[in-house]
């Protein structure tokens, strides 16, 4: 059974940067999309930012583009989020999740496993 675990969540200055890490066990990401997902206290959870499993194309919402790259690492069942020029509305609980085999990333229910998230806090 695949499952995901994230970590590199933390406290960070408005500013500052955090790289999150998607770890996988029990199975591959080869070939599965994966996604960024967060949710901030009171909000409804929102997709961040995903990474195709076939061809490495990426999408981001409008109000993290340019500060966050998401990445893949195949060998290492690992995905990657880099959040730079971090800002106060960037806090949230950020989860990572996979995209069944044969589902779209444009869709959240294609997407079938998810990880337990992890806190990310940007505050002075």
């Known amino acids: 059974q695949l499952q995901l675990v994230e970590s590199g969540g933390g406290l960070v200055q408005p500013g500052g940067s955090l790289r999150l890490s998607c770890v996988a066990s029990g199975g591959t990401l080869d070939y599965r999309d994966i996604g960024w997902f967060r949710q901030a206290p009171g909000k409804t959870r929102e997709g961040v930012s995903s990474i195709s499993g076939s061809d490495g194309s990426t999408y981001y919402i409008s109000t993290v583009k340019g500060r966050f790259t998401i990445s893949r690492d195949n060998a290492r069942n690992t995905v990657y989020l880099q959040m730079n020029s971090l800002k106060t509305d960037d806090t949230a609980v950020y989860y990572c999740?996979?995209?069944?085999?044969?589902?779209?990333?444009?869709?959240?229910?294609?997407?079938?496993?998810w990880g337990q998230g992890t806190q990310v806090t940007v505050s002075a």
């Open positions: 999740a996979a995209v069944r085999p044969g589902g779209s990333w444009s869709y959240v229910h294609d997407y079938d496993i």
